[in-house]
């Protein structure tokens, strides 16, 4: 077999695939709503979120954010033993978890802004996870 | 564009208008009065976590009901951000009524809460509040109304966060950390003002001094533990012996001063003496024993003495001390010019 064959067998392959489209998801969305409530709030939003989702998600929790933005390079060496599913499913819940923050403060304000550019990568994790 | 600019100036000004403000109640106001020109809302709030208070600011035709849905939204959002308090009867409401629309467009009675905007006030990583613009019309509120209210919320973070601050130092610079009472260097700032009026204003103005008797002795022998104690309780005394208006100090290890604005002689000797006697009936646990303590007080009044200074009311009230300790202790003395 080869070394990459051995990788998709792992599900290493995906799993640095999924975090790259989580990273950059995480990305846009700082990039759209820090426009819209700045980085001090949004910062905090993210830290609430990362407590919440941390307890379950244990990975999540070297997510670093400050109001410069989201830094990933911790949580990639956490996820080199972990399996792309558990990997997708921790970003997702941490992503639900801000749609929600996002709902409880503005309603449908902050969706409406950032749905529209994320939701086609959260399904591009989905195919992704789907197909392995 | 012009439209942009317009805001943008509005916006300028209402962060203008929270800079300038001394206090929260002054954030609300200034706020409020800005904030309809630049969004249609039916009421803004400020909750602050510090004494849990919702300060509203609202269309004065808001019904109660709809009052209440905000406070109670406010809470529930303020809730999820993990912070407290968590249930609304525990906050205290405090409502301004303006009025921010025409007479035609006034509100339902049966007007309910449709659309809102909450944002936590958030400096250097903790939440101290959050603010929210609310309306009963569905859909009222935008993503350009959410980045200037965001800017708003900034700028009041920042400002609340600096009253916080600023009330802790004052709290240290003016109390005396033992019996919570104003200290000396406060109460000599506090006589500059109320002899001014009273010199000015030809208004009486009473002074007492007072001295725990025998308080070297507590302390000998029970320590200085138990001493402080004792402090403690008759400062508690001194407090709910006087008046609103009256001023309560402790001007040195077992001294206390009084400061009574617009009392002439007769009312002053009228307090000195209540407080004698409560002393004089108060039981004073002290280590394992209980015993009985009793206070000395010197009185001084302006006109009635001819004081031409503060300084002179002091040392006036500091003789009278002296000769009720020297009288025989457990007394009120008039300063007698002798």
Not at chain 1, 29 to 54: D, P, Q, S, Y
Not at chain 2, 96 to 114: F, G, N, Q, V
Not at chain 2, 195 to 216: C, E, N, R
Not at chain 2, 259 to 281: N, S
């Amino acid at each position: 077999m080869t070394e990459r064959g051995k990788e998709e067998r792992e599900g290493k392959w995906t799993a640095d695939l999924v975090l790259d489209l989580h990273s950059n998801l995480l990305k846009e969305i700082w990039e759209v709503v820090a426009a819209l409530i700045g980085e001090a709030v949004l910062g905090l939003l993210f830290h609430l979120a990362i407590k919440k989702m941390g307890e379950k998600y244990l990975f999540l929790n070297s997510l670093k954010v400050t109001e410069e933005g989201i830094s990933m390079d911790e949580v990639v060496e956490e996820c080199r033993s972990l399996p792309a599913a558990e990997i997708h499913r921790g970003f997702q819940g941490l992503i639900n978890h801000l749609f929600n923050l996002f709902s409880a403060l503005a309603e449908g304000v902050i969706s409406r802004e950032v749905f529209p550019k994320v939701f086609p990568k959260l399904r591009e994790a989905e195919r992704l996870i789907s197909q392995k | 564009m012009r439209l942009i600019f317009k805001n943008l100036n509005i916006l300028r000004s209402t962060i203008n208008a929270i800079n300038m403000s001394f206090e929260i109640k002054e954030i609300v106001e200034s706020a409020g009065h800005n904030l309809p020109n630049l969004f249609e809302f039916s009421a803004f709030g400020i909750l602050w976590k510090e004494g849990s208070t919702i300060y509203l600011y609202q269309e004065e035709s808001c019904p109660l009901s709809f009052t209440q849905e905000v406070a109670k939204n406010m809470v529930r959002v303020f809730s999820t951000l993990g912070e407290e308090p968590s249930d609304v009867t525990r906050v205290t409401l405090q409502v301004e009524k303006r009025k921010l629309r025409p007479t035609h467009m006034m509100m339902d009675s049966k007007a309910t809460l449709k659309s809102y905007l909450t944002l936590p006030l958030a400096v250097e990583g903790e939440i101290i509040g959050c603010i929210s613009l609310n309306s009963d019309q569905p859909n009222a509120f935008d993503a350009q109304d959410l980045q200037f209210f965001s800017v708003i919320g900034y700028q009041m973070a920042a400002t609340l966060k600096h009253f916080q601050r600023f009330s802790s130092i004052k709290t240290i610079a003016i109390y005396d950390s033992l019996t919570n009472l104003y200290n000396r260097r406060y109460f000599e700032e506090r006589l500059i003002g109320e002899a001014q009026k009273a010199f000015y204003g030809s208004s009486p103005l009473s002074l007492v001094m007072v001295d725990i008797d025998h308080f070297k002795k507590i302390n000998d022998t029970f320590g200085h533990t138990e001493g402080d104690k004792v402090l403690q309780e008759i400062a508690s005394l001194l407090k709910a012996s006087v008046r609103k208006k009256d001023t309560v100090a402790r001007y040195g290890g077992e001294e206390f001063v009084l400061i009574l604005p617009e009392a002439g002689i007769e009312e002053a000797t009228m307090i000195a003496e209540r407080i004698r006697r409560l002393v004089e009936k108060t039981l004073f646990e002290v280590g394992k024993a209980q015993m009985n303590i009793t206070v000395s007080l010197g009185i001084s009044s302006f006109p009635i003495h001819h004081a031409e200074s503060k300084e002179d009311l002091v040392r006036m009230a500091d003789q009278a001390l002296y000769d009720a300790k020297r009288g025989g202790r457990n007394r009120v003395c008039v300063f007698s010019g002798l």
